[in-house]
Each structure stands twice: as C-alpha cells, then as structure tokens.
C-alpha cells in the first residue's frame, strides 16, 4: 500500500511514463526568442482547442491569471469577481500587486454570478470612485466545490460586457472538467470570453505549466507581460511536450476523477459533523463543512493523516480532490479512515 493516498489537490499528479520520455526527446529551441518548436506547437493546439487565434504558456495558473488580468485593465480601475474565487482568495493579491486594480468581491450560487447583480455593481470612473474594466469568472469553481457553472451565466454575462464595455477573463483551471461534467464543448464556454486561462498541470498531469488564450494581439502584448514578471522559459519545449500529451490524450479520463469523488463524498456525507450533499459534487472536488463536538478541523486532518490520508482544510470545512494518482484502492481506503474516525 501507498504511504499515503494524496486527496489535498490535482496539482500533485505525476507526469506519465509517455510525458518522460516526450520530455527527453522533445526538439527544443529559445522560446523567449521565438523559436522553440515544441512550444509553438503547444500554443497552435491550445488556441485552437479554444476557438481563439492565439495562445502564450505560462509556468503557472497564476501567472496566467495574472497577466489575463493585466491586459484587460489599466491602474485605478476595478475588477468584478466572486466573493470565494481563486484569484481573489488564493492568488497572492496580484490584482493589487501587479494590475493595481481594485478587486469588487460579489456573492454567488455556488460560485455562478447573478448577472443582474454584476450590472447593478459595475461603476464608472469619478473623481471618487474606480471604473469598473474587468469581470473574472471561474469555472469549475475551486471553494465550492468544483461546481460547473451554467453556460446561461456565460451568455448573460457577456450581454452585461458588451452593455458597459467591460471585458471577461475565465479562471477555467478546470476548464475540461466542466466540459465533460456539463457536456458543453470548451469552445463554447470560451466564445462568451475575452480571455481563458487553464491549467495543465492539475488533473491533466503534466508537470509544469498553464495557457492563457485570446485573440492575437492581446497575447502579443500578454508574451511582454509574462517577460516582465520573469516568466520567459528559454528551452521549455522539454515541459510543452508534456502539455501536447495532456490536451491530445489525457482529457477524456478526468471522467474518472468525477466518478470516484461522487462514490467518496456518497459513502461519508452522513457521518457526525460532516455537512455535504454529493449531489452537488458535480466533477473531482469535495468540500464539506465540518463541525463536530470532539474533533476540530485540524485534528480531523491529522487523524487522517495518521492513516494515509492528505486532504485539506479550507474556508472551514475540508477539501478532497480525486485524481490521475489516487485510484479505487485510495478512494476505499479514504472511506474506511473517515468511518473508523468518525463513526466511532
């Protein structure tokens, strides 16, 4: 048996034995000087999978975010997002650090904006107050839950761009995991969209790196700002060869993540403290609320440590996150932890 079985997040799945040997062999050249085959290939793929014109690859999610965000705004302005949102909670404030833009949190329904609400909240500039030039979306949404968001808000949303002039940047890390839980084509998500960032290194396993898509020129000016923040990779062919395996063979099995994350939070959901409907896991992410009269969140994670289990705590309850790593075998074994924990 494995030490552990790893549920804290898809970031830790391991590149296949195929990525490891496209990694050796990949052809490389100077991707800040234009001219690494591997990556260009990767960009062409990404920005067609998309339906955009272009794509630029970043080392991380957060730089795509980053630089998707810088884009679309200028400082002084104002970003719409969502109150539980990746890149307002868990991005390391580069709206304020980079963009110098002010970030306008707004509630949801499991992480789905009423578009009424954004229209009623979108400012223009004055003497005191911010322009609002950005809504940022998330889908799947990370804090609740890997929940899909409607294709209606997408349309809607785009309505309430186009009324104010607004732009929309998606934080779809997960993008492929709301396509095939929703059965809605990536495309059409990313048409209602100025820019799209995802990942692939979360439960499409490659080892480093994320895209962020959009129409031509607006990459052209995201490749300056990804220089800027120091995310020029020379020979990174050797990690665009991974990413090539991830979007032409890995997508299809995160159905698998889905299954196996419905089956957990089914067989803990009405053990003491533990508040979750598995209905509304809806693709690889459980969170649940937990409050139980002996045992507090961090000695629940510790407990299950103890029997080979890493999971997370976050905004007071626990997150679990299925992946390519943890197989049926992990998943049992996951469940039998929580039962002798709990059930006793």
Known sequence: MKTFSDFRSDTVTRPTEEMRRAMAEAEVGDDVLGDDPTVQKLEVLAASIMGKEAALFVPSGTMGNSIGVKIWTRELQEVIVEEKCHI??????????????????LPSKRGALDPELVRSNVRLASVQTPQTSLICLENTH??????????????EMRKVAD??????????????NASLA????????ARYCDSVMFCLSKGLSSPVG?????DRASIDYARRVRKALGGGMRQAGVLAAC???????????????HLRARRLAEAIYDLPGITLNPVEVETNIIVFYF????????????KLKEKGILALGVFGGVRLVTHKDVDDEDVERAIKAFREILAS
Not at 147 to 153: A, G, K, N, Q
Not at 243 to 257: Q, V, W
Request: net charge positive; glycine share 6%; proline share 7%.
């Open 88 to 105: 307002y909670n868990m991005e390391s404030t580069h709206m304020t650090f980079i963009s110098r833009v002010t970030p306008r949190p």
């Open 142 to 155: 990370n804090n609740w839950g890997g929940s899909v968001i409607p294709l209606e808000t997408f349309k």
């Open 163 to 176: 009324e104010y002039g607004l732009k929309i940047h998606l934080d779809g890390a997960r993008i492929f």
């Open 182 to 189: 929703s059965g809605v084509p990536v495309k059409e998500y």
């Open 210 to 214: 994320s895209m962020l898509v959009s």
């Open 243 to 257: 990413g090539l395996i991830s979007l032409t063979k890995m997508i299809d099995r995160l159905k698998e993540d």
């Open 291 to 302: 409050n139980h009269p002996k045992i507090t969140i961090p000695e629940l994670l510790n």
